[in-house]
């Protein structure tokens, strides 16, 4: 809804497909390649539950693979990128997808693990596949963990089980190189946030994640966004004691400097993301919009004048189901990352309980997702944000059927 009372739809575009839980454009892929060098046609299609690229040109392109990654993230880029020498054309001159179809794929060499870490890591990555359902034996040193399988929440149980063992790795580190080969060389170490994107700009987009969270839940803005620093918190760096107040005040002072300041924060994100922009404007500084995503103020349960946090009674399992139903996959988390998502539900709730009400000079835009079971209802319920806020709110409504749903969430909008 916007500043009119309208509320703004955003439909299914019929060239959009779900891969690996991931909404994507296959427009936006083809007209990425159109652009690179000696590209003359271009289609993407799904064969096998595969994205697949075709390309003509003169004579194959060796690096197109590295040229179409610079505006294609690792998530949504095509399992394979295929030369042919002419398109298959229907009578009417445009390209025939069901003969693309038909033409045969060329397998990936496979690649083993060498050396200690590598076999690790294959192990790991393996090893949560197959708990998802997915049919794999063994993955190629060389091959995109995300052709393989490999979505945000599989990289969460992958990172949280390597951490256990004393490998600190990171989300971003799946993002940067998304080869077992490439993240074997890496020095990892926990940081409090990530730059998704940086190059010295006057702009930044902070960016608070969901409960139990990774910075490269945002790994997409890069793609988005130009001209800005695109910072991705991460929760875990910070002790479980730490609040709301506390962990807000450490990020506004990493961005009061900046000339320009957008803050996004998704589910319970949305509570770091009003306390850093309450804490900005009292000291001067104008956010230039609040954006906050699949979030809504609750009522919070009290006992003898506490809270109880629904979350925090669940058992292991009964929390994988129930993110298994808000995510719409087969959701298997264990360990660190369950009891850094029950950490951060608390501040959520704690944080919300206290605030009690507040005011923001800064426009505020919800997006919600239709099929969002968590935000069900949203349409009566968004208003619940205005005592947070005490300003006008602009709803923008997304297609999803999960609660998970930020890389879903059209580019323009973010």
Same mark, same amino acid.
């Given at each position: 809804?916007?500043?009119?009372?309208?509320?703004?739809?955003?439909?299914?575009?019929?060239?959009?497909?779900?891969?690996?839980?991931?909404?994507?454009?296959?427009?936006?892929?083809?007209?990425?390649?159109?652009?690179?060098?000696?590209?003359?046609?271009?289609?993407?299609?799904?064969?096998?539950?595969?994205?697949?690229?075709?390309? !003509?040109?003169?004579?194959?392109?060796?690096?197109?693979?590295?040229?179409?990654?610079?505006?294609?993230?690792?998530?949504?880029?095509?399992?394979?990128?295929?030369?042919?020498?002419?398109?298959?054309?229907?009578?009417? #001159?445009?390209?025939?997808?069901?003969?693309?179809?038909?033409?045969?794929?060329?397998?990936?060499?496979?690649?083993?693990?060498?050396?200690?870490?590598?076999?690790?890591?294959?192990?790991?990555?393996?090893?949560?596949?197959?708990?998802?359902?997915?049919?794999?034996?063994?993955?190629?040193?060389?091959?995109?963990?995300?052709?393989?399988?490999?979505?945000?929440?599989?990289?969460?149980?992958?990172?949280?089980?390597? $951490?256990?063992?004393?490998?600190?790795?990171?989300?971003?580190?799946?993002? /940067?190189?998304?080869?077992?080969?490439?993240?074997?060389?890496?020095?990892?170490?926990?940081?409090?946030?990530?730059?998704? /994107?940086?190059?010295?700009?006057?702009?930044?987009?902070?960016?608070?994640?969901?409960?139990?969270?990774?910075?490269?839940?945002?790994?997409?803005?890069?793609? #988005?966004?130009?001209?800005?620093?695109?910072?991705?918190?991460?929760?875990?760096?910070?002790?479980?004691?730490?609040?709301?107040?506390?962990?807000?005040?450490?990020?506004?002072?990493?961005?009061?400097?900046?000339?320009?300041?957008?803050?996004?924060?998704?589910?319970?994100?949305?509570?770091?993301?009003?306390? =850093? !922009?309450?804490?900005?404007?009292?000291? #001067?500084?104008?956010?230039?919009?609040?954006?906050?995503? #699949?979030?809504?103020?609750?009522?919070?349960?009290?006992?003898? &004048?506490?809270?109880? $946090?629904?979350? /925090?009674?669940?058992?292991?399992?009964?929390?994988?189901?129930?993110?298994?139903?808000?995510?719409?996959?087969?959701?298997?988390?264990? &360990?660190?990352?369950?009891?850094?998502?029950?950490?951060?539900?608390?501040?959520?709730?704690?944080?919300?309980?206290?605030?009690?009400?507040?005011?923001?000079?800064?426009?505020?835009?919800?997006?919600?997702?239709?099929?969002?079971?968590?935000?069900?209802?949203?349409?009566?319920?968004?208003?619940?944000?205005?005592?947070? =806020?005490?300003?006008?709110?602009?709803?923008?409504?997304?297609?999803?059927?999960?609660?998970?749903?930020?890389?879903?969430?059209?580019?323009?909008?973010?």
């Amino acid at each position: 809804m916007g500043f009119d009372g309208q509320i703004y739809y955003l439909g299914r575009n019929d060239n959009q497909v779900k891969i690996r839980g991931v909404r994507i454009d296959l427009s936006e892929i083809e007209s990425n390649a159109l652009k690179i060098d000696g590209v003359r046609q271009a289609k993407c299609i799904v064969s096998d539950k595969k994205l697949l690229l075709y390309y !003509t040109a003169s004579e194959p392109i060796p690096d197109i693979r590295h040229a179409l990654s610079k505006n294609i993230p690792a998530n949504r880029m095509p399992s394979a990128i295929i030369y042919l020498d002419d398109m298959p054309l229907l009578p009417s #001159g445009k390209i025939d997808k069901s003969a693309l179809k038909k033409l045969p794929v060329p397998p990936n060499d496979y690649v083993p693990p060498k050396t200690d870490m590598e076999v690790l890591l294959c192990n790991e990555i393996v090893k949560q596949l197959k708990s998802e359902g997915v049919k794999i034996d063994k993955i190629s040193i060389t091959e995109n963990i995300f052709d393989a399988g490999v979505d945000s929440l599989s990289i969460i149980s992958i990172v949280l089980n390597l $951490n256990k063992i004393g490998i600190p790795v990171s989300f971003q580190d799946f993002y /940067q190189s998304p080869t077992v080969r490439e993240l074997a060389t890496k020095n990892f170490k926990l940081k409090p946030m990530e730059y998704l /994107q940086y190059g010295g700009h006057n702009t930044v987009v902070l960016c608070f994640p969901y409960a139990g969270g990774h910075p490269h839940s945002f790994s997409l803005l890069t793609k #988005g966004i130009s001209n800005a620093d695109v910072v991705g918190v991460n929760y875990d760096y910070f002790d479980r004691d730490t609040s709301v107040e506390e962990i807000s005040k450490f990020f506004v002072n990493l961005v009061k400097d900046y000339e320009n300041i957008q803050i996004v924060g998704v589910c319970i994100g949305s509570a770091f993301a009003l306390e =850093t !922009t309450y804490q900005l404007e009292a000291l #001067g500084k104008k956010v230039e919009h609040l954006t906050l995503i #699949g979030s809504l103020p609750m009522k919070f349960p009290k006992i003898f &004048g506490y809270i109880i $946090n629904p979350w /925090q009674l669940l058992t292991p399992s009964m929390l994988n189901a129930a993110l298994s139903r808000l995510s719409g996959k087969k959701v298997v988390l264990s &360990g660190k990352f369950i009891e850094q998502f029950k950490v951060d539900t608390q501040r959520f709730f704690s944080y919300m309980d206290r605030r009690k009400k507040g005011n923001i000079y800064a426009p505020v835009r919800l997006i919600f997702a239709d099929g969002d079971k968590f935000t069900k209802g949203y349409k009566k319920k968004y208003t619940r944000w205005n005592r947070y =806020t005490g300003g006008s709110l602009q709803v923008i409504e997304c297609h999803s059927d999960s609660h998970f749903f930020v890389e879903e969430i059209p580019l323009n909008l973010l």
